[in-house]
């Protein structure tokens, strides 16, 4: 029996029965670090597509073009989520391949695609839960200026409407947008992800733009879906200041407003964290009447997504005023991508959101990591991921045993895939692939799930 004492909660009370009966037990993966088959059957040009094609964009010049071929082995890869005894999949639809001009003509070798993913799912007895938005935005819309450009509602709206029409009738289980911090913040003012801009005139717009598709597209969902369970997605992480120095308590409050206020106060009506982060007030010249109403949506059910825990301390960079540092200055312990792993920060994230009035359920969409696989005589060994996954759930059990109404655990993700702009170096899947042959290999984690599941 092993203690996580720094939440103080024992391992030995980790079964599956302590979650209770309603519990969801699930993965998630995206259309685009899984699918490949690029421009197959009518598929048009993706963000994602383009922005690898870049010189030095991705770490090792790899690209997704074939990914995990999901596109080509969804029934093996379904077959293997049930044999880990996971109750649902979570998956997104790729809008190029549903619209491949990104409005207008609908693909119909696109639509049907998910129609065979769906009902294979329904077939062994796992449910579909679709995220509309997993950042593959049509080529076509990011050259003209992607979510910085104000037509992404109705852009949004028309996809939005097309795939809640084509699947209301097998998928009640939505999500609007997967991670908006993630590729507004990554995408337009860090200039990592796709599409690869530093602008903070151009994130400010889109930070507003992707607030109101969120909102409108549960509002479509409601209105196409009878009886839909409705919600979206944020990135989460724990803040935490380097000491107590007034200085970087402040800092870190600057931090905790970016990345755990930003999209889910204003969804809830309660604006931007501008008291805190005063650079979001320069968001209102974006504004046209009737926003503050329309940023507002009731959503079923929010879905956290937890990797790591963020020490900050204050320094020069204009707006946030802080800085992180790194944990492996720190001496604690990290994945592949360099994230602190940190379970007690899950716990902190689920008391901290089930403050929020407006919240009624939380799930966990998202929790995994990246650690070196052992490969030996045709068997993977990840005990590391293993000890990660007791012990964040292990937080989870913890907060909701004090109350904390979180209802599910989705693991990122099924099979190892595209790390956007890391490539095929991390590995965050309980199912191994060979990205040579493209065969399956169930690791141990994957292996522990089957077991705890079952």
């Known amino acids: 029996m092993r203690e996580n004492n720094s939440i103080g ?34 598929k048009g040009e993706s963000n994602w597509d383009y922005f690898s094609r870049k010189s030095g964009k991705i770490e090792r010049g790899e ?19 049930k044999a880990m005894n996971f109750n649902v999949f979570r998956f997104s639809i790729s809008w190029p391949r549903i619209l491949p001009q990104g409005t207008g003509e609908v693909n119909q070798k696109g639509l049907d ?71 507004v ?6 200039g990592v992800l796709a599409p690869g801009k530093k602008s903070i005139k151009a994130f400010l717009k889109a930070v507003h733009h992707s607030v109101l598709c969120n909102a409108e597209g549960g509002r479509i969902i409601r209105k196409n879906i009878s009886e839909a369970n409705i919600g979206t997605t944020f990135l989460t992480a724990y803040i935490e200041p380097v000491d107590q120095q007034k200085k970087n308590m ?16 204003p969804a809830l ?48 960079i204009p707006g946030i005023r802080a800085k992180e540092v790194k944990a492996s200055e720190r001496g604690v312990p990290f994945n592949e991508m360099g994230g602190e792993i940190y379970p007690e920060g899950l716990y902190h994230i689920l008391k901290k959101f089930s403050q929020y009035k407006g919240i009624r359920n ?20 990840d005990p590391d991921r293993i000890k990660y996954f007791e012990d964040h759930l292990t937080a989870i059990l913890k907060a909701k045993q004090e109350g904390v109404n979180v209802n599910g655990y989705f693991v990122w993700s099924p099979t190892d895939n595209f790390e956007w702009d890391k490539g095929f170096r991390t590995r965050f899947g309980l199912v191994y692939i060979d990205f040579q042959t493209l065969q399956r290999t169930m690791k141990d984690s994957g292996s522990w799930f089957q077991e705890f599941l079952k």
């Open 9 to 42: 909660l024992k391992v030995f009370d980790l079964t599956k029965a302590n979650f209770g009966s309603e519990f969801k037990w699930g993965v998630a993966a995206s259309s685009y670090q899984t699918e490949g088959g690029w421009d197959a059957d009518g």
């Open 63 to 81: 690209n997704a073009d074939v990914a995990a071929d999901f596109y080509h082995k969804y029934e093996e890869d379904i077959d293997l989520i």
């Open 113 to 183: 695609f998910y129609h065979r993913v769906i009902d294979k799912c329904i077939s062994v007895g796992v449910e579909p839960w679709i995220t509309i938005y997993h950042w593959d935005l049509p080529q076509v819309f990011e050259s003209q200026g992607g979510w910085a450009n104000r037509k992404i509602l109705d852009w949004f709206s028309e996809f939005t409407e097309v795939v809640t029409k084509e699947y209301s009738g097998k998928v009640k289980n939505w999500m609007v947008i997967n991670e908006q911090l993630s590729f």
């Open 185 to 190: 913040g990554a995408g337009y003012l860090a």
């Open 250 to 265: 402040e800092a870190a409050m600057r931090v905790d407003a970016a990345v755990n206020r930003l999209f889910v106060e």
């Open 269 to 316: 009506g309660l604006g931007y964290p501008e008291d805190t982060l005063p650079v979001l007030k320069k968001i209102r010249k974006y504004y046209e009447a009737g926003d503050e109403e329309r940023m507002v949506f009731d959503f079923d059910f929010i879905g956290i997504q937890y990797y790591f825990r963020t020490v900050v301390e204050k320094s020069i």
């Open 362 to 381: 939380l799930l966990v969409t998202e929790n995994g990591t990246c650690l070196p696989d052992q490969l030996e005589n045709g068997k993977v060994h």
